[in-house]
């Protein structure tokens, strides 16, 4: 599974588990961090844990398992990080205060729910 195909199943399964203001945005151009990053909000810590614990687990499945996993003792955030997409889940307190959708503003947003890579 390439990059792109990576990040749209990411962000797929976060979606079929009720995440909420899913964002994927390009950043290879602008980043040597990743290609993408995936973004979502949990509607509190259990349901963020949840969502993590399930992107984990349906992507191992399918033969790909993350690098490092940051946060998970924390009421707020978890970080997946898959090389070259990484998935990062909040609530919405803590996406607020770490606003990535303004910090990446220069990427480039993808319509993952109809296919078309930005």
Known sequence: MNSYELAKEAARLLDSK???????IKIDAISSLADYFVIAT????????????ELEE????QGTAPARIEGYR???????????VVAHIFTQE???FYDLDRLWVDGVKV??????EG
């Open 58 to 61: 349906k992507l191992k499945a």
């Open 94 to 96: 803590a996406r607020d």
């Open 18 to 24: 009720k995440a909420e203001n899913i964002s994927v």
């Open 111 to 116: 319509d993952w729910q109809n296919g078309q």
């Open 42 to 53: 949990g509607r509190g810590s259990t349901h963020v844990r949840s969502l993590s614990d």
């Open 74 to 84: 924390s009421d707020s955030w978890i970080l997946l990080d898959y090389s070259q």
